[in-house]
Every structure is written in C-alpha cells, then in structure tokens.
C-alpha cells in the first residue's frame, strides 16, 4: 500500500540530505521517482542540500497541480512509482491534497519533506495540511542545537541582524522598497525559550559583553 510520509525538523535538520538519500535508495531499487521543490537556496528547480549534493527538481508554482502531472504523465505512458516532494512548507494546502489523492487513487508513495512552523512560531500552510493528512510522520533525529546547546526547535527569522517575528512568511529576493535597500534577511534555529525571548546568538553574545544586566521580557 502507498503512503503519505511527512519528515519535518528545523531548518539545519537534514530534511534535504534525506531528500535525495531517499530518493537515491529507491531509484537503486529500480523505482521510478520525481523531484519536486520550491524556493530551494540552489535556485529554480534544483534540489540541494547543506551538504553539497544537488538534484535536477521539477519547480512546484502556486498553481502547479500534482494530481495533473502525474495522471498525463501516466496516459503519455510514463512511470511513476513515487513523489519525492521537498520544500513542503510552501506548498498549497490545494497541493497537499492532491498528492494524498494521488497516494490513494494511483498507489504512488508520496515522501513529503518540510519545516513544521514558521519564523513567527506558526504552521505552515503546507506543513499544517501534511500533519492532518500524512500517513506516517517523522521527526527527524539529526538535531540542530540552539547557540545554548539545547535543542533547536523553533525558527529565527533577523533582518539586518534583528530578530523579527512578523512579516511575510516567504521573502522574495528580489523585491527592493523603492526608497530603502532591501533588508539582509537570515535565518537561525533556536530553542524555544531563546525565540520567545529573542535572543539570537549575535544579542546573546553582545549581552554577555554588556556592563549591566538586562531585563529579559
Ligand atoms: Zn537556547
């Protein structure tokens, strides 16, 4: 029987590295697979790891349709055994139905791979509709760590080095304010104790070197 999986974690958790060694072990086995990502750090239809491996992927639009693709793949004579879908968060809530239509009415494994919530501590539209739908879920066990050590399980968003919890939750690149340059927009993982208090590793490391204590909200 084919499944929805959904493997989530933070940001440095490994989900892409995962990505292509599960698509490598099938692909091994004789199965015949698609790549799908969105906003990838490699650029358009490319799926990358932190780790410097790289996959040609099919680029997933606000309006691509899977159920679409795959049922004229499969008419023009295609195979398609399984999805490996990476980037997930940003998918539709539209898309994530359709690939659990495509798990049910074509028996066609479905490995979803995504950031659970987002910067502002929230659900992801597509995070929050694989969680409702998934057959199996994953955490991942490769942790990333908080500057503190613990573990990191929330997502810090900065602009021009100051955390901010608020805004839109994808940042186009290229987008430029007309009369201010654009902001440098980085992203961190956190515990959940530093994200509620803000503290990035930069103001921790400025706080630690403060005269005075401050007060912590
Ligand atoms: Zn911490």
Redesign the pocket.
Known sequence: MAELHFFTGTMDSGKSTLALQTNHNHAARARVGRLFTTHDRAGQAKLSSRLGLTHDALEVARDFDFWRYVVDSLTQGGRIDYLVCDEAQFYTRVQIDQLAKIVDELQIDVFAFGILTDFRTELFEGSARLVELADRMNVLQVEAL?????R?THNARTENGVMVVEGEVIVVGDVEAIDQPPADVAYEV??????RRR?TAAR?KAVSLAPEPLPFG
Do not use: D, S, V, Y
């Open positions: 908080c500057w503190c050590g613990k990191a956190l515990c959940r104790q530093h994200h503290l921790a």
